[in-house]
């Protein structure tokens, strides 16, 4: 498969006079027409009251603090569930909820989401009122069960509904059809912010929050939302903007959970320049790592704790499950490469139109990261599975554009119900569980409904950048402008810029990245790294002249700060 360079093309004219021309360009490369669009102070926040379902969880919330009832929040077992979890531990204690604890069902015994199971654990907890975050809008069953057992159910959850609902007491979440919220890309935690903000609001209304002191600040737990935003890789439109932004402020002043810091600290990441980047790359992983490996439950009680010494312990352990994770994602994408080019031969060296495949080794935790690397790797939609116990595999799917994965696996359920037991999810990444003794059924269906799809998956691969960057905006100054226009990640892409060099050197530094030292047509020279490149291409010293598409960054190394270009593809000029 080839490589196109594209550069985008702006729409409208200047934004603004008072922008860097570079930063204007960027903003109107990326579909903005108004300064308004890109504004990411929280006055700017959409409010919450056009969240359907939200007064009602309000009044059973209220209910329920003002009768000490016991309140128990159904997580979830990554980053999303995690932060969600902890901020509604973190805010409900703050309003005066006494009676609280949490559950987050271990992806090994219980699965995902709101089981019946569950729900005869948080019973045994003497559950009077269950708040699912991340999840529960396609737990029909447990929802059901909770209500047998008398139990009041709040569902909080973005995932796209089913065609039915579960019969809980309130259900908000952006994405039900008679939902009037004008941003359908909240993250769960999100939606989890916006039921605390307005139960905080209607307490401070109705003179229910302490009269000694002053009503707490939902900003205070921007930070988490934040993290969580990120880490579950919604699309950042303006609104989910704002959000990260103003975590990302409270993170780089120092004013983060003690928790947030740790995970930092251990990775060695000053908060002064961190990006949006930093939460998807360093802190979300770690956080992850306890629900893929062991107990989400670690990262909760991280995010929870208000002593940094206790925190720096629990970032610890987050971080040897990460590197635990790393080396056992090696091994399954070895695996899964093989199985793929398997799969490749048996049609004749043709890619075919989806890649499914199981192995008895392959881990339930990681199995999406697997198929998020297969997809990037063959540019088609992929499932892994893992066995999961009983006869059932479990599979975590991953989609390229223009396939909507979720749409697709409703397709195959509707035309041949009996081949999947339950599924969910969003545009590109989805979760199922099916039969063992149905795969090969299920792949050649999968495969039918990809194929009538359409979609030219063998075109050539698209780099999408901004244009070469002007030669004096190559210095750190600029790249903290530029951080500083952020943030920027799934849906607002990072900028990155396009340009030709002469390669004055190049060295592997790690497993197999390319260390270089660059020179600019004005004889700068310049630091620049490619990660993860073919050993088969690179290093060459038969080449002079490179291409690319990069990103210019800040690097610390020993308290020095100094200007890098990341490289996100690279060629040798002919």
Known sequence: MNTQIIRRQPVGGMLSSSLHPVIDKIYRNRGVTQLEDVN?????????????????????????????????????????????????????????????????????????????????????????????????????????????????????????????????????????????????????????????????????????????????????????????????????????????????????????????????????????????????????PRLNAAGRLDDMSTGIECLLADDIYLARQMAADLDSLNQQRKQIEKTMKQEAEQLAEALIAEQSGEVPSALVFHHSAFHQGIIGIVAGRMKDRFNRPVIAFADAGDGKIKGSARSVEGIHIRDALEDLNRESPELIDKFGGHAMAAGLTINLSNLERFNQRFMQVIARLGVDLDSDKRVYTDGPLPLDCLTLDFVRLLYASGPYGQGFPAPAFDDQFTLISQRIVGENHLKMTLEHTNGQHLEAIAFNIDLDVWPNNQVSQIKGVYKPEINVFRGKQSLQLVFDYMEACV
């Open 40 to 284: 990411t102070q929280a006055k700017c926040l959409l409010h919450f009251k056009s969240l359907s379902g939200i007064q009602k969880a309000v009044e059973l919330l209220i209910d329920a603090i003002a009768k000490q009832r016991r309140i128990v929040i159904v997580g979830d077992f990554d980053a999303d569930g995690a932060t969600s979890t902890a901020l509604c531990m973190l805010a409900l204690k703050s309003f005066g909820a006494k009676s609280l604890s949490y559950l987050v069902p271990n992806r090994f015994d219980f699965g995902y989401g709101l089981s019946p199971q569950i729900v005869d654990v948080a019973h045994q907890d003497a559950a009077d009122l269950i708040i699912t975050v991340d999840s529960g809008i396609a737990c029909l069953e447990g929802v059901a069960h909770a209500k047998a057992l008398g139990l009041d159910v709040i569902v909080t959850d973005h995932h796209l509904p089913p065609a039915t609902l579960p019969d809980a007491d309130a259900i908000v979440n952006p994405n039900l059809a008679d939902c009037a919220f004008p941003s359908k890309n909240l993250a769960g935690v999100g939606v989890a912010f916006y039921l605390l903000s307005a139960l905080r609001s209607a307490m401070a209304d109705r003179g229910l929050l302490s009269k000694t002191q002053p009503p707490p600040s939902m900003a205070q737990w921007l930070d988490i939302v934040a993290v969580g935003t990120v880490a579950d890789v919604v699309k950042l439109d303006s609104n989910n903007r704002i959000l990260v932004h103003q975590g990302l402020q409270r993170i780089r002043a120092g004013k983060c959970r003690p928790g947030i810091k740790a995970i930092l600290d251990i990775a060695n990441r000053q908060p002064d320049n961190l990006t949006a980047s930093d939460l998807g790359f360093v802190v979300g």
